[in-house]
């Protein structure tokens, strides 16, 4: 059995994309042998559609496109995500289906029965459960046909939520191979996890499993496609491109490949963030980009994410210095332009900063050295990069990394103004690993060595340094992973041998800060555990751990 795997970059609501997404991808497959070919989860819509379904038109189209692709699909059958309509009108409005297009033959139409409603996932709101499907009869051979969650194991971490096992069911109704369509996110080290669990699937139930997932960014989420399959022994037959589009035609019956070796960990975390801006660039209809550049790390580690990704020409970059700026902050910030070869503008700030400290002194009293006058300068600064927006039609990149966020070392209005939050679900001791492993990638070091080696500071006050107002980052991020991505209280944190002092001043800086990531720009979604749509927390409450 030769199966074919479209792994295409749908955008949400353009139907007229997908639709030739699918269309290409598809006669490529069966011009390349095979017999069924299959795309990722909801391709026909792009996913997640969110609130999209509930408009009028949406689901209609849906269908049309879907019609539309039956009737010019050949033989071979294709099987297709998408959102149907929920005939009988009995619970929710929708569900998140797939369906079986062969010529000649009437369309078929599977459900998805789990309905993942955890973390980044909310398909409880829009989808009604699948009933118990039965195998279908592709290319003579029993096949089950599943979607995304249908095939996580009983085990999973969430999987307690559910009462039914939909590969237990297809098996014992005797399908030999299982076809899964995903749109599965990707995180750092998920690609391993799924290879594992298919594996465990495959050499439990003693049949093949072929899995297409989607690539591409839509808004916060990646999905980092690598598609794949295993022989009924769970060894991996063939695998997919990582971060891009592909199709490709895997022979169930070829012998098992060496399962590729991961890329380093900074190496695929670039290729993630590199994908997410592209896609919410191009999905969003913007072309270019302004970033303010500080001399300082994050800055540098965003500006070249953009010039890699945009090209140089379409990046542009501004300085913009006060009297707390170090000379660095500007020559640093210079030389990275010139290595990316990216437009540098210099702003200085200073003499609005001067005006404004003035103007407001006279109505509250002197500023000097307290927090509002620190904060008048990433606010003036986030002015002037608002103006390159609205002037030259560039997106405004913030630079804040996920340790600040989470701590709410960063400024409302100011540094944490506008579109896409680069690298916010990265922690600052990876920032420091992905600038190091940028500079191996080239003949020389792109981002300048004082940029990397020099204390990170904000620059707000004299003599300022991070370490004046946060522990030291390795502490800190080791802090937060605990207490953010794996929920662990502050008791428990302590007990892991943390400094009792700090963890509960973490603790309570990233709670209080919550109304500070509520009005934060979207951010790319990396880790396991993102501040965005996969972490939903009160901004009025009064939690707090003894």
């Not at 050499?203 to 295993?230: K, M, T, W």
Request: charged content about 20%.
């Amino acid at each position: 059995m030769k199966i074919g795997l479209l792994q295409i970059d749908s955008t949400v609501g353009d139907f007229d994309g997908n639709h030739r997404l699918i269309l290409e991808g598809y006669r490529r497959a069966v011009e390349g042998g095979a017999q069924i070919v299959l795309t990722p989860e909801m391709a026909v819509t792009g996913y997640p559609p969110q609130d999209l379904v509930f408009k009028s038109r949406f689901v209609p189209l849906a269908l049309e496109t879907v019609r539309s692709l039956h009737a010019k699909v050949g033989a071979v059958p294709l099987v297709a995500g998408f959102v149907e309509a929920n005939p009988r009108r009995d619970g929710n409005p929708f569900f998140n289906a797939a369906a079986i297009l062969q010529h000649g033959m009437p369309m078929r139409v599977i459900r998805k029965t789990l309905l993942p409603t955890y973390d980044v996932f909310d398909e409880d709101r829009y989808f009604q459960p699948g009933e118990n499907s039965e195998p279908v009869v592709l290319a003579g051979q029993m096949v089950g046909i599943t979607i995304c969650e249908d095939v996580w194991p009983a085990e999973h971490l969430h999987r307690q939520l559910y009462q039914i096992d939909p590969v237990r069911n297809l098996t014992a109704q005797g399908a030999r191979i299982i076809l899964n369509l995903s749109a599965s996110p990707f995180h750092l080290g998920k690609q391993a996890e799924r290879r594992a669990m298919l594996s465990g699937l495959a050499e439990r139930h003693g049949i093949p499993f072929v899995y297409c997932n989607a690539v591409g960014g839509n808004d916060q989420l990646i999905f980092d496609g690598r598609s794949l399959a295993v022989d009924a022994s769970g060894h991996l037959l063939g695998q997919l491109a990582a971060f891009s589009g592909d199709v490709a035609v895997i022979d169930l019956e070829s012998p098992p490949i060496p399962v590729p070796e991961d890329p380093e960990e900074p190496a695929e975390l670039f290729a993630a963030l590199q994908l997410g801006l592209s896609d919410y660039m191009r999905k969003c209809g913007f072309r270019s980009a302004v970033v303010g550049l500080s001399g300082g790390i994050d800055s540098a580690v965003t500006a070249v994410l953009a010039a890699r990704t945009l090209g140089p020409d379409n990046v542009l970059g501004i300085t913009m210095p006060t009297e707390y700026s170090s000379g660095g902050s500007v020559s640093d910030s210079q030389a990275l332009a010139r290595n990316l070869g990216i437009r540098c503008l210099e702003i200085p700030i200073q003499g609005a900063f001067d005006a404004v400290r003035h103007m407001l002194s006279d109505a509250l009293g002197p500023l000097s050295g307290h927090v509002a006058e620190e904060n008048l300068q990433p606010r003036l600064r986030a002015l002037a990069l608002m103006a390159a927006s609205n002037k030259l039609g560039h997106l405004v990149l913030t630079t804040g990394n996920k340790s600040e966020l989470a701590v709410g070392y960063c400024t409302l209005y100011g540094d944490m103004a506008g579109g896409l939050a680069v690298i916010s679900d990265v922690p600052k001791t990876m920032i420091y690993r992905l600038a190091r492993w940028i500079n191996t990638t080239s003949d020389f070091p792109v981002i300048p060595p004082a940029t990397i080696e020099k204390p990170p500071s904000a620059e707000l006050r004299p003599d300022q340094t991070d370490q004046d107002t946060l522990p030291p980052y390795d502490l800190l991020d080791a802090i937060l992973e605990l207490y953010v991505e794996h929920h662990l209280g502050v008791a428990d944190i302590i007990e892991r041998g943390f400094p009792a002092d700090t963890v509960r001043w973490v603790q309570r800086r990233v709670d209080l800060n919550e109304y500070k990531r509520e009005q934060a720009a979207p951010g790319l979604r990396v880790t396991s555990k993102a501040f965005g749509a996969g972490r939903r927390m009160p901004v009025a409450q009064r939690f707090v751990e003894k």
